[in-house]
């Protein structure tokens, strides 16, 4: 329900400036949170049978073909961020890193969705389902793909550490 009636420009920079912090306010305070938390044993970061070990994610959204242009977030915190994009130190410590940040960036894009309602504030009822399809189609795609690479490192991380 609208309660505010401002100006269509004062309006539209204020939905910029709500989807330029809110994801990032959301990413560094996921940065704030325990390790623990991340575990790729927990049940919230496991994989589900019917995603198959991300098989489920190729066939069905053929993610190969696309999850290379999805954008980086952990470079954006430089002294606590992590880059996921290329996998180059398969050392056991690096792969339960990429694993917990995984979850990480899982959980901020889950967040991420979450503020679509406060625009209902700011504009009429329309356009919040407007700003949840925004929300889904910038946040969905770098869910799938931590879904999908995630039971991979894992199964990696277990091939090559037998004993980890």
């Not at 991300?54 to 073909?65: A, D, L, M, N, T």
């Not at 002294?79 to 940040?101: A, I, P, Q, W």
């Not at 277990?158 to 004993?163: D, F, G, I």
């Amino acid at each position: 329900m609208q309660i505010f009636f401002w100006s269509s420009g004062v309006t539209v920079a204020l939905f910029f400036a709500i989807w330029a912090i809110v994801p990032l306010l959301f990413g560094w305070l996921s940065l704030m949170l325990p390790i623990r938390w991340f575990q790729p044993e927990l049940p919230l970061w496991r994989a589900r049978r019917w995603e198959q070990n991300g098989r489920f994610y190729e066939r069905v959204f053929r993610i190969k073909s696309w999850k290379h242009l999805l954008p980086d977030g952990g470079a954006l915190f430089k002294h606590h961020g992590y880059k996921k994009r290329n996998l180059t130190d398969y050392s056991e410590e690096n792969l339960r890193r990429f694993l917990v940040e995984s979850a990480r960036g899982e959980l901020m894009h889950w967040f991420a969705i979450s503020p679509f309602w406060v625009f209902g504030l700011f504009a009429p009822g329309y356009v919040v389902w407007i700003m949840l399809a925004y929300a889904l189609a910038v946040n969905l795609p770098c869910i799938l793909a931590q879904r999908y690479n995630r039971p991979r490192v894992y199964a990696l991380l277990k091939r090559l550490y037998p004993n980890s």
